[in-house]
Protein backbone atom coordinates (compact mmCIF):
# COMPACT_ATOMS: atom_id res chain seq x y z
CA UNK A 1 0.00 0.00 0.00
CA UNK A 2 2.64 2.18 0.81
CA UNK A 3 4.56 1.43 -2.14
CA UNK A 4 1.49 2.09 -4.42
CA UNK A 5 1.46 5.54 -2.70
CA UNK A 6 4.98 6.43 -3.56
CA UNK A 7 4.62 4.81 -7.23
CA UNK A 8 1.84 7.27 -7.66
CA UNK A 9 3.46 10.78 -6.24
CA UNK A 10 6.44 9.86 -8.96
CA UNK A 11 3.71 9.46 -11.87
CA UNK A 12 2.07 12.64 -10.86
CA UNK A 13 5.40 14.71 -9.73
CA UNK A 14 5.94 16.97 -12.70
CA UNK A 15 2.40 18.45 -13.05
CA UNK A 16 2.39 19.61 -9.44
CA UNK A 17 6.01 21.16 -10.06
CA UNK A 18 4.94 22.99 -12.80
CA UNK A 19 1.55 24.51 -11.16
CA UNK A 20 3.83 25.59 -7.88
CA UNK A 21 5.85 27.57 -10.29
CA UNK A 22 3.47 29.21 -12.34
CA UNK A 23 1.64 30.19 -8.92
CA UNK A 24 4.84 31.43 -7.38
CA UNK A 25 5.26 33.56 -10.41
CA UNK A 26 2.14 35.19 -10.63
CA UNK A 27 2.53 36.23 -7.46
CA UNK A 28 5.44 37.74 -7.97
CA UNK A 29 4.05 39.67 -10.91
CA UNK A 30 1.25 40.75 -9.38
CA UNK A 31 2.86 41.84 -6.15
CA UNK A 32 5.25 43.81 -9.09
CA UNK A 33 2.54 45.55 -11.18
CA UNK A 34 1.32 46.72 -7.50
CA UNK A 35 4.16 48.42 -6.62
CA UNK A 36 4.73 50.06 -10.04
CA UNK A 37 1.46 51.17 -9.74
CA UNK A 38 1.50 52.81 -6.41
CA UNK A 39 4.98 54.38 -6.60
CA UNK A 40 4.97 57.98 -6.65
CA UNK A 41 6.63 59.52 -9.60
CA UNK A 42 9.91 61.32 -9.78
CA UNK A 43 10.23 65.20 -8.71
CA UNK A 44 10.77 67.64 -11.95
CA UNK A 45 12.01 70.66 -9.47
CA UNK A 46 15.06 69.61 -8.43
CA UNK A 47 16.31 69.13 -12.42
CA UNK A 48 15.34 72.69 -12.91
CA UNK A 49 16.54 76.16 -12.56
CA UNK A 50 15.20 79.65 -11.81
CA UNK A 51 14.52 81.69 -14.93
CA UNK A 52 16.13 84.88 -13.23
CA UNK A 53 17.08 88.88 -13.75
CA UNK A 54 20.37 90.36 -14.05
CA UNK A 55 22.69 92.91 -15.80
CA UNK A 56 24.25 91.38 -18.70
CA UNK A 57 26.55 91.76 -21.42
CA UNK A 58 25.47 90.05 -24.66
CA UNK A 59 28.38 88.44 -26.19
CA UNK A 60 29.19 87.49 -30.03
CA UNK A 61 31.21 85.08 -30.76
CA UNK A 62 33.86 85.05 -33.80
CA UNK A 63 37.03 83.56 -35.11
CA UNK A 64 39.94 85.35 -36.52
CA UNK A 65 43.22 85.74 -37.67
CA UNK A 66 45.92 87.92 -36.54
CA UNK A 67 47.72 89.86 -39.27
CA UNK A 68 50.61 92.58 -39.50
CA UNK A 69 49.07 95.97 -39.71
CA UNK A 70 51.66 97.41 -42.25
CA UNK A 71 53.32 94.54 -44.81
CA UNK A 72 55.68 95.33 -47.61
CA UNK A 73 57.88 93.36 -49.85
CA UNK A 74 61.02 95.97 -50.41
CA UNK A 75 62.08 95.67 -53.99
CA UNK A 76 64.88 97.52 -56.19
CA UNK A 77 63.46 100.50 -58.52
CA UNK A 78 65.76 98.91 -61.69
CA UNK A 79 66.77 95.07 -61.80
CA UNK A 80 69.93 94.11 -60.24
CA UNK A 81 72.40 91.92 -58.41
CA UNK A 82 72.64 92.64 -54.76
CA UNK A 83 75.77 93.43 -53.33
CA UNK A 84 75.71 93.75 -49.58
CA UNK A 85 72.75 92.53 -48.09
CA UNK A 86 72.49 93.57 -44.11
CA UNK A 87 69.25 92.18 -42.64
CA UNK A 88 67.93 88.49 -41.41
CA UNK A 89 64.39 86.50 -40.43
CA UNK A 90 63.49 88.17 -37.23
CA UNK A 91 65.54 91.56 -37.24
CA UNK A 92 63.91 94.50 -36.37
CA UNK A 93 64.62 97.79 -38.07
CA UNK A 94 64.30 101.14 -37.69
CA UNK A 95 63.00 103.83 -40.32
CA UNK A 96 65.38 104.89 -43.31
CA UNK A 97 67.49 101.99 -42.34
CA UNK A 98 69.92 100.53 -45.11
CA UNK A 99 68.51 96.80 -45.73
CA UNK A 100 70.74 95.90 -48.81
CA UNK A 101 73.12 97.45 -51.52
CA UNK A 102 72.41 96.91 -55.43
CA UNK A 103 75.65 96.81 -57.70
CA UNK A 104 76.05 100.78 -59.25
CA UNK A 105 79.15 101.43 -60.71
CA UNK A 106 77.38 102.68 -63.39
CA UNK A 107 75.41 104.94 -62.51
CA UNK A 108 77.73 106.59 -60.22
CA UNK A 109 80.17 106.93 -62.97
CA UNK A 110 76.93 108.76 -64.64
CA UNK A 111 76.97 110.72 -61.34
CA UNK A 112 80.21 112.21 -61.74
CA UNK A 113 80.19 112.98 -65.36
CA UNK A 114 76.56 115.28 -64.89
CA UNK A 115 78.27 116.68 -61.97
CA UNK A 116 80.99 118.01 -64.02
CA UNK A 117 78.93 119.18 -66.55
CA UNK A 118 76.74 121.34 -63.69
CA UNK A 119 80.12 122.61 -62.18
CA UNK A 120 81.04 124.33 -65.24
CA UNK A 121 77.73 125.44 -66.67
CA UNK A 122 77.82 127.23 -62.83
CA UNK A 123 80.82 128.44 -63.18
CA UNK A 124 80.28 129.75 -66.77
CA UNK A 125 76.61 132.06 -65.73
CA UNK A 126 78.90 133.32 -62.94
CA UNK A 127 81.68 134.79 -65.69
CA UNK A 128 78.64 136.19 -67.16
CA UNK A 129 76.64 137.46 -64.55
CA UNK A 130 79.23 139.14 -62.59
CA UNK A 131 80.10 141.14 -65.89
CA UNK A 132 83.68 142.01 -67.58
CA UNK A 133 86.60 143.46 -65.58
CA UNK A 134 88.38 146.38 -66.37
CA UNK A 135 91.58 144.77 -67.28
CA UNK A 136 89.16 142.94 -70.05
CA UNK A 137 88.33 146.08 -71.25
CA UNK A 138 91.80 147.97 -71.34
CA UNK A 139 92.56 145.07 -73.41
CA UNK A 140 89.37 145.62 -75.65
CA UNK A 141 89.85 149.58 -75.83
CA UNK A 142 93.79 148.46 -77.15
CA UNK A 143 92.66 146.36 -79.84
CA UNK A 144 90.04 149.29 -80.74
CA UNK A 145 93.13 151.88 -81.05
CA UNK A 146 95.35 149.47 -82.91
CA UNK A 147 92.77 148.61 -85.18
CA UNK A 148 91.93 152.57 -85.56
CA UNK A 149 95.85 152.52 -86.71
CA UNK A 150 95.65 150.12 -89.23
CA UNK A 151 92.36 151.63 -90.72
CA UNK A 152 94.44 155.15 -90.88
CA UNK A 153 97.41 153.38 -92.45
CA UNK A 154 95.46 151.52 -95.31
CA UNK A 155 93.67 154.99 -95.71
CA UNK A 156 97.33 156.63 -96.64
CA UNK A 157 98.48 153.85 -98.80
CA UNK A 158 95.23 153.88 -100.90
CA UNK A 159 95.46 157.43 -101.08
CA UNK A 160 99.31 157.07 -102.34
CA UNK A 161 98.09 154.56 -104.74
CA UNK A 162 95.07 156.33 -106.45
CA UNK A 163 97.81 159.38 -107.06
CA UNK A 164 100.20 157.12 -108.36
CA UNK A 165 97.14 155.55 -110.70
CA UNK A 166 96.28 159.08 -112.02
CA UNK A 167 99.56 160.13 -112.89
CA UNK A 168 100.13 157.17 -114.86
CA UNK A 169 96.94 157.15 -116.54
CA UNK A 170 98.10 160.56 -118.24
CA UNK A 171 100.99 158.99 -119.40
CA UNK A 172 99.24 156.30 -120.65
CA UNK A 173 97.03 158.34 -122.89
CA UNK A 174 100.09 160.79 -123.88
CA UNK A 175 101.61 157.01 -125.15
CA UNK A 176 104.78 157.54 -122.64
CA UNK A 177 104.18 154.20 -120.83
CA UNK A 178 103.02 150.95 -121.89
CA UNK A 179 98.89 150.10 -120.78
CA UNK A 180 100.21 146.88 -119.26
CA UNK A 181 102.33 149.12 -117.05
CA UNK A 182 99.69 151.47 -116.50
CA UNK A 183 97.14 148.11 -115.13
CA UNK A 184 99.98 147.35 -112.25
CA UNK A 185 98.89 150.94 -110.56
CA UNK A 186 95.47 150.02 -111.39
CA UNK A 187 96.01 147.17 -109.46
CA UNK A 188 97.81 148.47 -106.59
CA UNK A 189 94.91 150.71 -106.18
CA UNK A 190 92.31 147.94 -105.90
CA UNK A 191 94.38 145.94 -103.40
CA UNK A 192 94.76 149.22 -101.58
CA UNK A 193 91.06 149.81 -101.16
CA UNK A 194 90.19 146.26 -100.06
CA UNK A 195 93.03 146.19 -97.45
CA UNK A 196 91.25 149.63 -96.06
CA UNK A 197 87.75 148.22 -96.03
CA UNK A 198 89.00 144.91 -94.19
CA UNK A 199 90.87 146.69 -91.60
CA UNK A 200 87.75 148.85 -90.92
CA UNK A 201 85.94 146.12 -90.70
CA UNK A 202 88.06 144.86 -88.07
CA UNK A 203 87.95 148.10 -86.21
CA UNK A 204 84.02 147.86 -86.11
CA UNK A 205 84.23 144.57 -84.60
CA UNK A 206 86.41 145.70 -81.87
CA UNK A 207 84.67 148.58 -81.15
CA UNK A 208 81.48 146.77 -80.49
CA UNK A 209 83.73 144.13 -78.26
CA UNK A 210 84.77 146.83 -76.60
CA UNK A 211 80.97 148.49 -75.72
CA UNK A 212 79.91 145.10 -74.48
CA UNK A 213 82.75 144.91 -72.07
CA UNK A 214 81.44 148.34 -70.77
CA UNK A 215 78.02 147.46 -70.75
CA UNK A 216 77.82 143.49 -69.94
CA UNK A 217 76.00 140.69 -71.57
CA UNK A 218 72.70 140.92 -72.39
CA UNK A 219 70.02 139.62 -70.63
CA UNK A 220 68.98 137.13 -73.81
CA UNK A 221 72.94 135.33 -72.52
CA UNK A 222 72.56 135.28 -69.02
CA UNK A 223 69.10 133.22 -69.77
CA UNK A 224 70.50 130.88 -71.43
CA UNK A 225 73.32 130.77 -69.14
CA UNK A 226 70.66 129.78 -66.27
CA UNK A 227 68.85 127.32 -68.65
CA UNK A 228 72.01 125.72 -68.67
CA UNK A 229 72.52 125.05 -65.56
CA UNK A 230 69.01 124.26 -65.01
CA UNK A 231 69.55 121.60 -67.26
CA UNK A 232 72.85 120.26 -65.79
CA UNK A 233 71.05 120.12 -62.27
CA UNK A 234 67.68 117.54 -63.98
CA UNK A 235 70.70 115.36 -65.81
CA UNK A 236 72.14 114.94 -62.39
CA UNK A 237 69.49 114.47 -60.12
CA UNK A 238 67.84 111.60 -62.39
CA UNK A 239 70.82 109.99 -62.13
CA UNK A 240 71.63 110.58 -58.33
CA UNK A 241 68.15 109.36 -57.72
CA UNK A 242 68.83 106.44 -59.86
CA UNK A 243 71.74 105.66 -57.50
CA UNK A 244 70.16 106.55 -54.16
CA UNK A 245 67.63 103.73 -55.56
CA UNK A 246 70.26 101.14 -55.50
CA UNK A 247 70.60 101.77 -51.89
CA UNK A 248 67.56 99.78 -50.30
CA UNK A 249 66.06 100.96 -47.09
CA UNK A 250 62.89 100.60 -44.86
CA UNK A 251 60.17 102.73 -45.17
CA UNK A 252 59.07 102.44 -41.48
CA UNK A 253 59.90 100.62 -38.35
CA UNK A 254 59.24 96.90 -38.04
CA UNK A 255 60.37 93.69 -38.07
CA UNK A 256 61.72 91.40 -40.96
CA UNK A 257 59.50 88.61 -41.25
CA UNK A 258 60.71 87.07 -43.90
CA UNK A 259 64.02 87.33 -46.53
CA UNK A 260 63.79 85.99 -49.75
CA UNK A 261 67.50 86.56 -51.55
CA UNK A 262 70.92 86.34 -50.90
CA UNK A 263 73.85 88.46 -51.62
CA UNK A 264 75.07 87.99 -55.35
CA UNK A 265 71.45 87.15 -56.31
CA UNK A 266 69.46 89.01 -59.23
CA UNK A 267 66.85 90.74 -58.06
CA UNK A 268 63.82 92.97 -60.22
CA UNK A 269 61.26 95.10 -59.41
CA UNK A 270 58.31 93.24 -59.80
CA UNK A 271 57.15 89.95 -57.43
CA UNK A 272 55.07 87.25 -58.31
CA UNK A 273 51.75 87.25 -57.18
CA UNK A 274 50.96 84.35 -54.36
CA UNK A 275 49.65 83.20 -51.23
CA UNK A 276 51.14 80.05 -50.88
CA UNK A 277 53.79 79.99 -48.79
CA UNK A 278 55.99 78.48 -51.28
CA UNK A 279 55.73 80.73 -53.47
CA UNK A 280 59.03 82.38 -55.15
CA UNK A 281 59.72 85.94 -54.87
CA UNK A 282 62.20 88.23 -56.82
CA UNK A 283 61.98 90.29 -53.73
CA UNK A 284 64.74 90.92 -51.23
CA UNK A 285 62.80 90.42 -48.16
CA UNK A 286 59.38 91.57 -46.51
CA UNK A 287 58.74 94.27 -44.13
CA UNK A 288 55.87 93.41 -41.21
CA UNK A 289 55.11 96.33 -38.45
CA UNK A 290 52.68 95.84 -35.74
CA UNK A 291 49.25 93.28 -34.91
CA UNK A 292 45.91 93.65 -35.61
CA UNK A 293 43.12 90.83 -36.34
CA UNK A 294 40.65 90.40 -38.81
CA UNK A 295 37.48 88.78 -38.38
CA UNK A 296 34.44 87.95 -41.16
CA UNK A 297 31.39 88.92 -39.03
CA UNK A 298 27.76 87.29 -40.11
CA UNK A 299 25.81 89.87 -42.08
CA UNK A 300 23.12 88.92 -39.33
CA UNK A 301 25.29 90.31 -36.16
CA UNK A 302 27.19 93.51 -37.53
CA UNK A 303 24.72 95.48 -36.80
CA UNK A 304 25.36 95.01 -32.88
CA UNK A 305 29.36 95.34 -33.70
CA UNK A 306 30.63 99.17 -33.40
CA UNK A 307 34.03 101.00 -33.50
CA UNK A 308 34.95 101.09 -30.01
CA UNK A 309 33.85 98.21 -29.01
CA UNK A 310 35.92 95.88 -26.38
CA UNK A 311 36.67 92.22 -27.82
CA UNK A 312 38.35 89.60 -25.59
CA UNK A 313 40.71 87.61 -27.47
CA UNK A 314 41.44 83.45 -26.89
CA UNK A 315 44.15 81.51 -29.02
CA UNK A 316 44.84 77.43 -28.05
CA UNK A 317 48.60 78.96 -28.34
CA UNK A 318 47.98 80.60 -25.13
CA UNK A 319 44.84 78.93 -23.68
CA UNK A 320 44.80 80.45 -20.30
CA UNK A 321 45.84 84.01 -21.27
CA UNK A 322 42.93 86.13 -22.58
CA UNK A 323 44.31 88.95 -24.66
CA UNK A 324 42.17 92.64 -24.96
CA UNK A 325 41.41 94.66 -28.26
CA UNK A 326 38.84 96.93 -29.55
CA UNK A 327 36.81 97.26 -32.68
CA UNK A 328 39.00 99.88 -34.61
CA UNK A 329 37.24 99.14 -38.42
CA UNK A 330 34.17 97.89 -39.79
CA UNK A 331 34.19 97.25 -43.46
CA UNK A 332 31.70 99.61 -45.35
CA UNK A 333 31.39 96.75 -48.40
CA UNK A 334 30.35 93.29 -47.46
CA UNK A 335 32.18 90.00 -49.13
CA UNK A 336 30.29 86.51 -50.26
CA UNK A 337 31.76 83.25 -49.58
CA UNK A 338 30.27 80.27 -50.37
CA UNK A 339 26.86 82.17 -50.70
CA UNK A 340 27.63 83.35 -46.60
CA UNK A 341 27.67 87.17 -46.75
CA UNK A 342 29.75 88.58 -43.89
CA UNK A 343 31.73 92.07 -42.89
CA UNK A 344 35.61 92.50 -42.21
CA UNK A 345 36.04 93.59 -39.02
CA UNK A 346 39.78 94.44 -37.59
CA UNK A 347 40.54 94.44 -34.42
CA UNK A 348 43.26 96.57 -32.56
CA UNK A 349 45.33 94.65 -29.80
CA UNK A 350 45.63 96.50 -26.49
CA UNK A 351 47.49 93.93 -25.17
CA UNK A 352 49.37 90.60 -26.66
CA UNK A 353 51.84 92.14 -28.98
CA UNK A 354 54.65 90.24 -27.45
CA UNK A 355 53.01 87.14 -27.58
CA UNK A 356 50.22 86.58 -30.93
CA UNK A 357 51.98 86.08 -34.09
CA UNK A 358 50.91 87.06 -37.52
CA UNK A 359 49.20 84.17 -39.00
CA UNK A 360 47.25 82.78 -35.63
CA UNK A 361 44.04 81.56 -35.34
CA UNK A 362 42.21 83.26 -32.64
CA UNK A 363 38.55 83.34 -30.90
CA UNK A 364 37.28 86.74 -30.48
CA UNK A 365 34.34 87.42 -28.52
CA UNK A 366 32.49 91.26 -28.97
CA UNK A 367 30.92 92.97 -25.58
CA UNK A 368 28.02 94.22 -26.21
CA UNK A 369 26.26 96.83 -24.00
CA UNK A 370 25.04 95.73 -20.38
CA UNK A 371 21.46 94.69 -20.31
CA UNK A 372 19.53 96.04 -17.12
CA UNK A 373 16.95 93.05 -15.63
CA UNK A 374 17.62 90.80 -18.53
CA UNK A 375 15.62 87.47 -18.42
CA UNK A 376 18.46 85.01 -18.47
CA UNK A 377 18.52 81.11 -18.25
CA UNK A 378 21.42 77.97 -18.83
CA UNK A 379 21.78 78.15 -22.75
CA UNK A 380 21.71 73.72 -22.30
CA UNK A 381 17.78 74.51 -20.98
CA UNK A 382 17.03 75.63 -24.70
CA UNK A 383 16.13 73.15 -27.20
CA UNK A 384 14.57 73.46 -31.02
CA UNK A 385 11.99 71.05 -32.19
CA UNK A 386 11.99 69.34 -35.25
CA UNK A 387 9.52 72.10 -37.02
CA UNK A 388 12.33 74.86 -35.86
CA UNK A 389 10.03 76.00 -33.00
CA UNK A 390 12.58 77.46 -30.16
CA UNK A 391 11.74 76.58 -26.37
CA UNK A 392 12.16 75.30 -23.36
CA UNK A 393 10.70 72.12 -21.17
CA UNK A 394 8.82 73.64 -17.36
CA UNK A 395 7.13 71.43 -15.18
CA UNK A 396 3.45 71.45 -15.21
CA UNK A 397 1.06 70.97 -12.08
CA UNK A 398 0.42 67.62 -12.73
CA UNK A 399 4.60 67.22 -12.62
CA UNK A 400 5.36 66.30 -15.81
CA UNK A 401 7.63 68.22 -18.74
CA UNK A 402 5.82 70.49 -21.24
CA UNK A 403 7.26 72.32 -23.82
CA UNK A 404 7.14 75.78 -23.77
CA UNK A 405 8.13 78.35 -26.74
CA UNK A 406 10.07 81.39 -26.07
CA UNK A 407 12.45 83.66 -27.92
CA UNK A 408 15.62 84.43 -27.58
CA UNK A 409 18.43 87.00 -28.40
CA UNK A 410 21.72 86.72 -27.77
CA UNK A 411 23.71 84.36 -25.68
CA UNK A 412 27.02 84.91 -23.00
CA UNK A 413 28.95 82.34 -22.13
CA UNK A 414 26.38 79.43 -21.25
CA UNK A 415 23.40 81.74 -20.77
CA UNK A 416 21.22 83.36 -23.06
CA UNK A 417 18.67 86.05 -22.67
CA UNK A 418 14.75 85.26 -22.93
CA UNK A 419 12.78 88.52 -24.58
CA UNK A 420 9.41 86.16 -24.35
CA UNK A 421 7.53 83.01 -23.04
CA UNK A 422 9.00 83.45 -19.24
CA UNK A 423 9.06 85.44 -16.60
CA UNK A 424 11.23 85.97 -13.33
CA UNK A 425 10.74 82.91 -11.30
CA UNK A 426 9.63 80.89 -13.66
CA UNK A 427 11.07 76.90 -13.50
CA UNK A 428 12.31 75.34 -16.63
CA UNK A 429 14.46 72.00 -16.48
CA UNK A 430 17.58 72.12 -17.70
CA UNK A 431 17.71 69.58 -20.16
CA UNK A 432 15.06 68.23 -22.15
CA UNK A 433 13.55 64.66 -20.61
CA UNK A 434 15.44 61.87 -22.00
CA UNK A 435 12.07 60.43 -22.90
CA UNK A 436 12.03 63.31 -25.53
CA UNK A 437 13.36 62.68 -28.81
CA UNK A 438 14.35 66.47 -30.29
CA UNK A 439 16.48 66.97 -33.44
CA UNK A 440 18.30 69.91 -33.03
CA UNK A 441 18.79 70.37 -29.46
CA UNK A 442 20.85 72.72 -28.19
CA UNK A 443 21.26 73.98 -31.60
CA UNK A 444 19.69 78.13 -31.55
CA UNK A 445 20.47 79.80 -34.36
CA UNK A 446 20.75 83.86 -33.43
Do not use: C
Amino acid sequence: MQTLSLNRMKKFNPWIFGILIAGTLGSVATVYWKTQETSPQPDLTSQTVLVQTKDWVAQIQANGVVQALQKINLNPEDSGRITKLYVNEGDRVQKGQIIARMNSERLQAQVNQYQASLDKAVADLKQKVSGTRQEEIAESRARVATAEASVAASQTRLNRAIAEMQRNQVLVQAGAISRNAFEEFVAKEQEARANLEAERARLKEQRESLNKAKNGLRPEEITQGEAEVAQAKAQLAFYQSQLNNAVIRAPFAGIITRRFAQEGDFVTPTTSASTTEGATSASIAELSSGLEIEARIPEASIAKINRGQLVDIQTDTYSNETFKGKVNLIAPRAVQENNVTSFRVKVALSSGQDKLKSGMNVRLIFHSQTIKNALVIPLAAVATQPNGQTGVYIPDTQNAARFQPVKVRATSGDQVQILSGLQKGDRVLISPPSTEKIEGVDKVEF
